[in-house]
Every structure is written in structure tokens, then in C-alpha cells.
């Protein structure tokens, strides 16, 4: 009986509030995802897998044996650093809210329009899947700006700037570079969705706030672990 709408805030302000306490992680993620995508393009002789390198830091952490962990503690020390721990940050928030927006007003309206009930799992995972089209296909030049911005490559920290200089400096169709990989990634939510009303189904009548959070990180472990070599890509 709650309407789209309030689905909408409440999904977009939840992940308003998460990404802003753990930023720093997401930031690493990109510098880390962007170096090894750095070494793909121009492979050294040694191996792919152990040089991180932060923005304006000439210093390089060069260890063939360096484990995921100690990349990451390392690639947080270096932004730490250079003041770049909540670079981008604004831009980030503002995608994320719009994109959550969009999906969750979406497919809340989708489910009600096909009369999803918890006994219909496959109108269920399509309207999911077509919330994630939508979502896609509306907020992926949000995405292509914040990326540039996150990276510093950007000539601009605001999105709505740095979407015109995109458009004016390598045409329009630019803002929708990786709708492919992105539309793929549409399996992400589904298949995080999906678990979560399962493990939901599983624990009624006795699903607390405590039991939906860890249900919650449970399914977008799994989620992410399944669909991160396209995220990567």
C-alpha cells in the first residue's frame, strides 16, 4: 500500500547515507579497478598484478606479491594523503540518488502493474529487470560525468558541466558510452533482489530491522561476487 514514490526516497536517501560514510572505500575501488584497467592497456614485463598508483603521486607501490588487503589499506593511505579520500563525493552522491530513485520509483510501479505477489518469482525478476533497463538507460550519462570526476580527468567538478563539455567535445551518443556493460549489469539487482526476498519469505513473520540488514548485505555479497568482473570491465 506504500505508493512508488516513498519507495523512491526511501530506497535513494538509504543509499545517499551509506555511500556517504564509505566513500573512502568506494574511491579506492575505482583507483584500484582504474590501474589495473591501466595495466591491461599497457602491460609492463612484470605481471599485472601489483602495481596501484594513486592521481598526482609519482610514488608506486611496485610488489608482484602484494595481496588485494594490502592494496587497499595502501591505495587509502595514498589518498588519505594527497586530500583525495572524498574527492568527487558530491557528484557520487547525486548519481547514486537519482539512479536509486529512478529504479526504486520503477520497479515499485512495475510490480504493482503486473500484480507481483510472493507467489509470482518470475513477473517479480521481470520487473526488476526492466527497472534496471530504465534506470540504465536514463541515468547512465549521470555515470559517465561522475566516472571522469572520480578520476580526475574531468575539466569540471559539476555534473551537469562536465555532461555539456562531454557532449560538446565528443558528441552526445559519448554520454551513453557503456550502456552495453551496463545493461549486463542489470543482473546485478536482480539477482540481489531476488535473494533478498527469498531470505525475506524464509524469515517471516519474524523479520526484524536486524534480520533485513544482514539478509540485505547478504544478498549484495553475493550479488557483487557474481557480477564484479563486468564492473571491473
Not at 12 to 18: L, N
Not at 177 to 199: D, H, M
Amino acid at each position: 500500500t506504500i505508493p512508488p514514490i516513498i519507495h523512491a526516497i526511501g530506497g535513494s536517501m538509504g543509499s545517499a547515507v551509506a555511500l556517504t560514510l564509505l566513500y573512502p572505500l568506494e574511491r579506492a575501488r575505482i583507483e584500484l579497478q582504474k590501474s589495473v584497467s591501466d595495466h591491461v592497456a599497457h602491460p609492463s614485463p612484470k605481471s599485472l598484478g601489483g602495481s596501484w598508483t594513486v592521481e598526482g603521486d609519482d610514488d608506486q607501490i611496485d610488489d608482484d606479491a602484494v595481496s588485494e588487503h594490502e592494496a587497499l589499506v595502501t591505495c587509502l593511505q595514498k589518498l588519505w594523503i594527497h586530500n583525495e579520500l572524498y574527492r568527487g563525493l558530491a557528484p557520487y552522491i547525486i548519481s547514486r540518488v537519482v539512479s536509486d530513485f529512478v529504479f526504486f520509483y520503477v520497479h515499485t510501479f512495475l510490480k504493482r502493474r503486473m500484480m507481483v505477489t510472493k507467489h509470482s518469482m518470475n513477473r517479480s525478476l521481470l520487473a526488476t529487470c526492466l527497472a534496471g533497463i530504465v534506470n540504465v538507460i536514463i541515468t547512465n550519462p549521470l555515470w559517465v560525468a561522475n566516472l571522469r570526476i572520480a578520476t580526475g580527468e574531468a575539466s569540471s567538478s559539476s555534473l551537469p558541466q562536465e555532461m555539456i563539455e562531454i557532449a560538446k567535445s565528443k558528441g552526445i551518443t559519448h554520454l551513453w558510452s557503456g550502456t552495453q556493460a551496463s545493461l549486463l549489469l542489470v543482473s546485478n539487482p536482480v539477482i540481489n533482489f531476488f535473494l533478498y526476498e527469498e531470505l525475506k519469505l524464509l524469515q517471516k513473520p519474524h523479520f526484524t530491522a536486524l534480520r533485513a540488514f544482514v539478509s540485505g548485505a547478504l544478498a549484495k555479497l553475493v550479488a557483487t561476487v557474481v557480477t564484479y568482473p563486468l564492473q571491473t570491465c
